[in-house]
């Protein structure tokens, strides 16, 4: 096993070139787990980029918030400038494991991952985040987060880049909704995570635990954004049903089909109770129909 | 392969010859004969482990020995042990294994009132996992601390 | 007086079993089946190990008898041919390095033909798969009182309910380990465990020594709960013959995901009751049927089942009885002891049975409650008269009073009807719990306590009993220095080392302060009397008598001794489980509030009360801590911890994976105590470990059930197996038995 310590981010991208099998590691909350038994994880080369201080800026442009790859959960949470601009980022990340793990683990790493217990990437989808490249063949490069996530590994490969930083529009919100429901009320992944934003009548609607990894759910922002009257969670079960597909779980047979229809119910109603405090065609009221 | 890393411990000079794959967890309990943080699960989940590094509470189980090359380690064996009588009077401790790391936290955070004011103290509690006590032995613990050290 | 060694442990200077420095000492681990039954056709060690460098232990190795007997020799130290369970040893193997020692685990591939498995414990097994006797049943037991059939004829109502209750995992923060050596010919085994005279048994019947030629030695222990009862006789046993084969110290720690997935779980149970009613609501027939899923081997489960049935018709007069209990084998990981051992299992069928007969009845839980909970002069199941001097009345009427219950109650139904998808409830358990071993349990322990006056003044307790966060150690310091008049920091407990103490029993059975402690107290006052001084002497006088008799017999130790004497003079009949099942109850009345949302089925516990009679409290914080580390571990279990199997291994074995409660999942807790002396206690202490893990799970379902109008029978009570329950429930709500109306 190598480890490799760069001592800029320059050099960390050349390393990156060099060396295509190397893994980036910042935090080390996803790479490290079990590290004792992973025995062929301790054969590989890794570049630490969690000792470059350039990586840790939160820097404001005037449209966007631009996060460095070392931020971690845990700065964003101190930053008062974004609990006031974007505030689901600190809710979200007051909810991801605990204190210990929030500060060590950036949000960089949360999305490249793809992991389901990734919330981080998940709110991040919900702000249209962009993920800013550096370094590889094509130099620096902007990319979509919804183009990234799930295929970050192939991207960085394919490209043999780093991740430098990523890009949150700033924009302003009227409705802001961040839910989650895991194991238990504490330090726990998702079962179920709901991101919820409306800005000038557009909604941006993120779901993770349906599915292996978070969705954005077109069909059920454009039935909100129909304006159609949403009388009860049952009126947007079709919605989310075409948005999640199959609704297919990572594992676990039998379970699968009553876990995936008890989250999307859970979901359905937890959005309908959620949105029915400011969106008028939307009454959160659980009694009528089976949802 | 073996590196050699510095950095500082408990706040003098440190420097050890390490293989890259070894844990921080492992470099303090194996190489450097501090056992006070302990692995309660490998995962990060429990926070038996739980040392500062550059002044911030972490799971040293998730960190590698060489990560903190230049850094600042501190460990609770380094902690005053008058600091942990409100702890101690409290009921924070049964069985104590999950103890230092609780200890570690809850002094950090009487270190930090700004912290304190800024978030609920059960919140910079959840990383700890406790079997024995139910908790309230350790909020209550907590709480006093952060009174007593506030004075 | 402060917890003895609580800075220690806060401090990080504790040594547990994994932070003991050894010299040349090397690792050792198990390896375990891969399949739930079958014979082991090939085992085939990969070439990418040298094996050459490896100790490898197998069932042939074993000097003496293959077994870890705790009531039956059924179970294998090591599987020779057959497995019955995934996770079954088959291997030890040992090195010097723990990472190599990790990576030839791996390396080994063991080959089963593979028979089909029972991995259903409620359903009776095909002829194929029967494992155990004729019928896979461990253990059998039926209790009879009166005239059931006749009573149940008489009654007025007849309810009927079935409930459930699944796995559980201790989880203790220090998981199993052991450290085993020989030293001048002894085999020397430190580690993590409740009972030191347990594993020395196993390892001289394992290893074929004669009791000079073991010695164990309890380390610091990272909780036990159970979990450290039984398992550590297997893994003691393991240590020591690898390091008898290697020659040098060899240390077994598990990592979280073996000491999950391979160690024993609490029982899951399914009970059934058909109880007749009269018209006062007067319980006057409880026909109750046990069923509990033992796992592959028998292990402690006929003890756990008769605690059950002894326990399950709860704190109540009980006139015309039958009770059933029956302990099955399935190929899953054995089941072991767990804080309650039978007891939650029982209450939290019989006090959510409790409810759903108030419901029928249309009678409020408490009032059903006032009208059968045992008085003073009442006979329990097995014929035992209760005299003890608690007002159980009372006790549960103090509850509900703290717990504000009433008012609560129409707190509530506003909320109810406002909020949108919020619905709090609030609902109570009666429970008791015996202390100390079952009937003549205690007698063939015959535990025996020594104190001795030491030469520099001080004076040492000599008992097995383990610290491992209970506060034995401060109790028992506190007893002995109380007795003699002596400053507490005179007193020390010689560390549990079964060279040097003499055996006093396990720690468990929630009998230490009450037992144990007794016979401290007894112990120093032999100690008086072989020092000449009276009865009365204050500590100085003791002191100087002390001082005295070293002058005159130097080197000689004047050592105070104790061995158990029954209290009670009625008789246990075992086959029939009647007369006087303990020697002491306690009794407790637990109330939680809860609130469930509709949405999502998480249902958080907001308030809880717990009043409980332990006798004397001998110190109010480390009694609380009792209380308060009982509730959570049985919220834990009511709501969050699920145990998720596959061919009868868990499938979760992972703190990310299997939730016990954080910081944010338990309430306050508010405790009181009643105190009852007891006579035959150490100061009047009866047993405190265990009763308050046996309400709170009925408790909480019970406060659901308020809350949701639902049934929920069936734990764990998770966010999605909750919604399932609610869904239930139809819009005009559910009647009192269950049918909608």
Not at chain 1, 72 to 88: F, G, K, M, N, S
Not at chain 1, 177 to 188: H, Q, S, Y
Not at chain 3, 29 to 51: K, L, N
Request: hydrophobic share 40%.
């Amino acid at each position: 096993m190598r480890v490799l310590t760069p001592a800029s981010f320059d050099e960390a991208c050349a390393m990156r070139a060099e060396i295509p099998d190397a893994v980036p590691l910042a935090g080390g909350t996803d790479l490290l787990v079990d590290w004792p038994t992973r025995f062929e994880a301790h054969d590989r080369t890794y570049i630490d980029l969690s000792k470059l201080p350039a990586l840790r800026r939160i820097e404001w442009r005037e449209d966007e918030l631009v996060i460095g790859a070392g931020v971690t959960l845990w700065d964003v949470r101190r930053d008062a400038a974004i609990e006031r601009e974007l505030p689901l980022l600190p809710r979200a990340a007051a909810r991801m494991a605990a204190l210990q793990i929030q500060t060590r683990a950036t949000w960089v790493g949360n999305v490249v991952t793809g992991s389901a217990l990734a919330d981080g990437a998940a709110v991040l989808l919900a702000h249209e985040a962009r993920i800013a490249l550096a370094g590889g063949e094509s130099g620096a490069e902007s990319i979509p987060l919804r183009d990234f996530y799930g295929d970050a590994d192939r991207i960085l490969q394919s490209k043999r880049a780093l991740v430098r930083a990523i890009r949150v529009p700033r924009r302003r919100y009227s409705v802001a909704i961040f839910e989650k429901v895991g194991l238990r009320a504490a330090n726990t992944r998702s079962d179920l995570n709901l991101t919820a934003l409306e800005s000038e009548g557009r909604w941006r609607i993120v779901v993770g635990g349906l599915t292996p990894r978070a969705i954005r759910c077109g069909n059920l922002e454009s039935r909100i954004e129909s304006r159609r009257s949403v009388d009860s969670p049952d009126d947007l079960l079709a919605a989310v049903r075409r948005d999640a597909g199959s609704g297919s779980e990572p594992d676990r047979s039998d379970a699968s089909r009553e876990t995936y229809a008890y989250r999307e119910r859970a979901l359905a109603r937890i959005l309908t109770t959620a949105l029915s405090e400011t969106v008028p065609w939307i009454r959160g009221n659980l009694r009528s129909g089976r949802a | 392969m073996s590196v050699r890393i510095e950095f500082r411990l408990n706040g003098r000079p440190a420097a050890v010859t390490v293989d890259e794959s070894l844990r921080l967890l492992d470099l303090l309990r194996d190489e450097l004969g501090l056992r006070g943080a302990k692995e309660g699960c490998a995962e990060g989940r429990c926070g038996a482990c739980c040392v500062l590094l550059d002044g911030l509470p972490v799971n040293a189980c998730l960190v590698l020995a060489v990560q903190v090359r230049g850094s600042a380690v501190e460990t609770i064996e380094a902690r005053d042990e008058s600091r942990l009588q409100a702890l101690l009077r409290s009921g924070a401790t049964q069985c104590g294994a999950c103890s230092p790391g609780v200890a570690q936290t809850v002094l950090w955070i009487a270190e930090h009132p700004d912290v304190a004011e800024s978030f609920a103290l059960e919140d910079l509690l959840a990383g700890h996992l406790c079997r024995c006590t139910g908790y309230r032995g350790i909020v209550e613990g907590a709480r006093r601390t952060i009174e007593a050290e506030k004075a | 007086m402060d917890r003895l060694e609580g800075l220690s442990k806060l401090a990080g200077l504790e040594r547990y079993v994994g932070d003991l420095l050894v010299e040349g000492c090397w690792w050792g681990a198990t390896v375990r089946s891969p399949s739930p039954r079958g014979r082991i056709r090939r085992i085939r060690f990969r070439p990418e190990v040298d094996w050459s460098d490896f100790a490898v232990v197998d069932a042939r190795d074993i000097p003496g008898a293959n077994c870890i007997r705790h009531i039956e020799d059924d179970q294998p130290a090591l599987a020779l041919d057959r497995v019955r369970h995934v996770h079954e040893p088959v291997l030890l193997v040992a090195h010097p390095s723990r990472s190599a020692v990790r990576r030839a685990v791996r390396a080994v591939e063991i080959e089963v033909d593979e028979d089909d498995p029972v991995l259903d414990f409620r359903s009776a097994p095909r002829p194929a798969g029967i494992q155990h006797g004729t019928d896979n049943v461990f253990s059998r037991i039926t209790i009879e009182k009166g005239d059931l059939e006749s009573a149940m004829a008489e009654a007025a109502y007849i309810v009927e309910g079935v409930y459930e209750t699944g796995a559980q995992e201790h989880v203790c923060l220090e998981t199993q380990g052991m450290l085993a050596n020989v030293e001048d010919g002894v085999v020397v085994v430190r580690g993590s465990m409740q009972c030191p005279f347990y594993v020395k048994e196993a390892i001289s019947h394992a290893l074929a020594k004669s009791g000079d030629e073991v010695r164990v030695i309890q380390t610091p222990t990272g909780g036990g709960f159970g979990g450290k009862e039984d398992y550590p006789s297997m893994i003691g046993v393991h240590a020591a013959l690898l390091a008898q084969r290697v020659g040098h110290p060899v240390r077994m720690i598990y990592d979280r995901r073996e000491d999950m997935a391979a160690t024993p779980k609490r029982h899951p149970s399914r009970i059934r009751h058909r109880t007749g009613v009269d018209a006062n609501g007067r319980l006057v027939a409880q026909d109750v049927d046990i069923l509990l899923d033992g796992g592959a081997y028998t292990t402690l489960s006929p003890v756990v089942v008769s605690r059950a049935a002894i326990h399950a018709t709860g704190p109540y007069a009980c006139t015309n009885a039958r009770v059933r209990g029956r302990v099955v084998l399935t190929n899953s990981v054995p089941c072991g002891a767990f804080r309650g051992f039978g007891g939650p299992q029982a209450h939290f069928a019989n006090e959510r049975h409790m409810d759903v007969i108030a419901a029928s009845l249309g009678m409020d839980p408490a009032e059903l409650r006032r009208r059968n909970l045992l008085r003073d002069g009442d006979a329990t199941l097995t014929g035992q008269i209760i005299e003890d001097g608690t007002d159980r009345v009372a006790l549960m009427d103090r509850a509900l009073e703290i717990a504000s219950v009433p008012e609560k109650r129409s707190r509530h139904r506003e909320f109810n009807r406002s909020h949108a998808y919020l619905r709090r409830g609030i609902g109570m358990a009666a429970v008791h719990h015996g202390c100390g071993f079952t009937g003549d349990g205690e007698d063939r322990l015959d535990s025996r306590v020594e104190v001795a006056g030491l030469a520099d003044g001080a004076i040492e307790v000599r008992t097995a009993s383990t610290e491992m966060g209970q506060g034995a150690t401060t109790i028992l310091t506190k007893l002995a220095a109380d007795r003699l008049d002596f400053d507490p920091r005179r007193v020390r407990i010689a560390p549990p080392d079964t060279a040097r103490v003499p055996d006093s029993g396990p720690t468990v059975a929630s009998r230490t302060a009450m037992i144990v402690g007794k016979l401290v107290e007894d112990a120093c006052d032999d100690l008086r009397r072989r020092l000449g001084v009276a009865p009365s002497c204050d500590g100085e006088a003791l002191a100087e008598a002390l001082r005295g008799w070293h002058l005159a017999h130097p080197r000689l130790l004047p050592i105070g001794e104790a061995r158990y004497r029954r209290a009670s003079a009625q008789g246990w009949d075992a086959s029939r489980h009647r007369g006087d099942a303990y020697g002491a109850y306690s009794w407790a009345t637990q109330v939680a509030e809860v609130e469930v949302d509709l949405r999502t089925g998480v249902a958080r516990v907001v308030d809880f009360v717990s009043v409980q009679d332990v006798g004397r409290v001998l110190d109010r914080l480390l009694a609380t801590g009792q209380v308060e580390g009982g509730v959570a571990q049985s919220l834990g279990w009511a709501l969050l911890e699920q145990v998720r199997f596959d061919r009868g291994a868990m499938i979760n074995p992972s703190l990310t994976e299997y939730a016990v409660p954080s910081c944010r999942d338990v309430p306050p807790i508010r405790v009181e105590f009643v105190e009852s002396p007891y006579a035959g206690g150490g100061q009047g202490a009866r047993g405190l470990g265990e009763i308050p893990a046996d309400g709170p799970a009925p408790a909480i379902a019970n406060a659901i059930a308020d809350a949701t109008g639902s049934r929920p029978d069936a734990l764990p009570l998770t966010a999605e197996r909750l919604a399932a329950v609610i869904e239930l429930v139809p819009r005009g709500g559910l009647d009192g038995a269950g049918t909608p109306t």
